[in-house]
C-alpha cells in the first residue's frame, strides 16, 4: 500500500486520509449477548451509513483506520463492524442475534472491521484498528456502488456486556479515496 506521494524534491508527503462519523444512540432495552446487533432501535434499526466517503459515484478508497466510542466508561465489549456498499437486508434491530452476512447482500459486501475490546481509561471505552496493527483487517479497499458514494454498515457485539438506554456509539473510518 501506498503511504503517500513523492514531491519533486524526493520527500514523501503523506496522503490526507478522509473521516467519516456516524454516531447512534444505542436502544439497549436489554444486556447484549454474544453476536448482537447494535443500532438504535428494536423495532426500526437501520443501517450505519457512512455517507460521502468517496468524491463521485462509484469512486473507490480504502480504509486505513478506524475508531469505535461508547459514552459509558464500563462498556468494554469487542466489536465487528460488516460493510457493504448498499443497504443490507441482514439484521438491522438492536439486540437481536446477527444475520449478516446472508446470501443476498454477497454482491454488496465490503468486508468486516474487527475492532479489539474497548478500554476503560477513564472517558468514554474506545478501541482502535490501524494497517499497523496485526488484526482488525486493515486496510480494507473497497468500490461504491454505480451512482453512490457510501457504504453502509452493522455493527456486531463480541462480547456480553450491559449497555445504558441512550448511550451514545460513534464510530469513525478513516478513508484514502483514489
Not at 486520509?17 to 436489554?30: C, P
Not at 473497497?142 to 452493522?154: E, S, V, W
Request: include cysteine; charge should be negative; glycine fraction near 8%.
Amino acid at each position: 500500500m501506498t503511504t503517500g506521494a513523492r514531491s519533486s524534491q524526493g520527500w514523501i508527503i503523506p496522503y490526507q486520509a478522509f473521516e467519516v462519523s456516524v454516531t447512534k444512540a444505542l436502544a439497549a432495552a436489554a444486556a447484549y449477548a454474544v453476536e448482537d446487533v447494535m443500532s438504535e432501535s428494536a423495532t426500526a434499526g437501520t443501517s450505519w451509513s457512512f455517507a460521502n466517503v468517496v468524491p463521485v459515484n462509484g469512486g473507490s478508497g480504502t480504509i486505513v483506520k478506524a475508531i469505535v466510542s461508547c459514552e459509558t466508561t464500563s462498556v468494554v465489549p469487542g466489536i465487528t463492524l460488516y460493510l457493504f456498499t448498499a443497504v443490507p437486508t441482514s439484521a438491522l434491530n438492536d439486540n437481536v442475534a446477527n444475520t449478516a452476512v446472508l446470501h443476498a447482500d454477497h454482491a454488496d459486501y465490503v468486508g468486516i472491521i474487527t475492532f479489539p475490546q474497548m478500554a476503560d481509561l477513564g472517558g468514554d471505552s474506545s478501541a482502535i484498528v490501524t494497517t499497523s496493527l496485526t488484526t482488525g483487517n486493515l486496510p480494507l479497499p473497497f468500490i461504491c456502488a454505480t451512482g453512490a458514494r457510501g457504504l453502509f454498515g452493522i455493527a456486531v457485539t463480541r462480547s456480553v456486556f450491559t449497555a445504558t438506554a441512550g448511550d451514545d456509539l460513534i464510530i469513525k473510518l478513516f478513508i484514502h479515496q483514489d
